[in-house]
């Protein structure tokens, strides 16, 4: 869900003129939701890059990312060691 959320915005700033994502051919949504899906998993393969003001929403898609990958882990180890009490 919140890879479609920054796939969305990141193709509403391409549309706005705002930045681009470089790759030989943007051809639909799913590359933006690609794109969105190896940042915020913090994958970040390096075949499209963002360009322009693309590369501010890629980085806040980055931390998001983070966050949500470390409180996530934070909350399993949390659960885990309350039950081996």
């Not at 969305?8 to 003129?17: D, I, N, P, R, T």
């Not at 051919?25 to 003001?53: C, K, N, Q, R």
């Not at 693309?54 to 983070?66: K, N, V």
Request: negative net charge; aromatic residues 12%; proline residues 1%.
């Amino acid at each position: 869900m919140v890879a479609g959320i920054f796939a969305g915005g990141m193709y509403l700033a391409s549309v706005w003129g705002l930045g681009n994502l470089e790759k030989a051919v943007i051809e639909s949504w799913m590359d933006y939701y690609y794109f969105a899906l190896i940042t915020i998993s913090t994958v970040g393969l390096g075949d499209i890059l963002p360009a322009g003001h693309m590369r501010a929403i890629s980085g806040i898609a980055a931390l998001t990312g983070f966050l949500i990958i470390s409180c996530t882990a934070q909350y399993i180890y949390k659960t885990m060691s309350e039950q081996e009490d």
